[in-house]
Nanobody, 115 residues
Framework: QVQLVESGGGLVQPGGSLRLSCTAS????????MGWYRQAPGKQRELVAA???????TYSDSMKGRFTISRNNAKNTVYLQMNSLKPEDTAVYSC?????????WGQGTQVTVSS
């Protein structure tokens, strides 16, 4: 099995920045892609960004230009750099990976943007 652990969440003021990390461990056989999703209270979970094993990145329109996803393949770690944060970005951010043996999710890390 694959375990995903997120870190880096917290409280930040509007306009501030945070960097989230997600590390995969366990029985890993071929990671196709890793990504970040978020879910705010009362809302559906939505894609934030994703990156394939080949390095292709995808962003939702609301995050494009503010968020950057990157990956350290040797460490099986994906990062999400979040800049110019807005209160609307407040949510639980969860890491996701698609592997040759299935799809896995982390427990999530809380990001709160508030003054």
């Amino acid at each position: 099995q694959v375990q995903l652990v997120e870190s880096g969440g917290g409280l930040v003021q509007p306009g501030g920045s945070l960097r989230l990390s997600c590390t995969a461990s366990g029985s890993i056989f071929g990671i196709y892609a890793m990504g970040w999703y978020r879910q705010a209270p009362g809302k559906q979970r939505e894609l934030v960004a994703a990156i394939t094993a080949g390095g292709t990145t995808t962003y939702s329109d609301s995050m494009k230009g503010r968020f950057t996803i990157s990956r350290n393949n040797a460490k099986n770690t994906v990062y999400l750099q979040m800049n110019s944060l807005k209160p609307e970005d407040t949510a639980v951010y969860s890491c996701n990976t698609a592997t040759s043996r299935g799809i896995y999710w982390g427990q999530g890390t809380q990001v709160t943007v508030s003054s």
